[in-house]
């Protein structure tokens, strides 16, 4: 069993910025594609966001990619989401979640073995 641990949600005026963490409670090899779920009221879980633990490789949703910024400490288990520019569409609950792969299919919950308990984000015009 992993845990993942969010912090860093909060609430910001639009153009602001925010830094997501992400902290996982062991190395385990079928978690290592991290990726950045946003939910928000009336909608499923949609992935913005996802980095690959073995090379480095990062996945970007269109609505994000150019203002957000994902990225890893091994050595610390930590998956970091800098978020810059933030726009009011960008609020919701941001969830850290952990599968074995990155495949084309990554903005989507299949294969998704471990889900943090979310952090909310609240960004205002």
């Known amino acids: 069993q992993v845990r993942l641990s969010e912090s860093g949600g909060g609430s910001v005026q639009a153009g602001g910025s925010l830094t997501l963490s992400c902290k996982k409670s062991?190395?385990?090899?079928?978690?290592?594609?991290m990726t950045w779920f946003r939910r928000t009221p009336g909608q499923e879980r949609e992935g913005v966001a996802a980095?690959?633990?073995?090379?480095?490789?990062?996945y970007y949703s269109s609505g994000v990619e150019g203002r957000f910024t994902i990225s890893q400490n091994n050595a610390e288990n930590t998956v970091a989401l800098r978020m810059a520019d933030l726009k009011p569409e960008d609020s919701g609950t941001y969830y850290c979640?952990?599968?074995?792969?990155?495949?084309?299919?990554?903005?989507?919950?299949?294969?998704?073995?471990?889900w943090g308990q979310g952090t909310q984000v609240d960004v205002s015009s």
């Open positions: 979640a952990a599968r074995r792969f990155c495949s084309s299919n990554w903005p989507a919950r299949a294969g998704i073995v471990f």
């Open positions: 062991k190395y385990f090899d079928g978690a290592n594609c």
């Open positions: 980095i690959y633990r073995l090379d480095g490789s990062t």
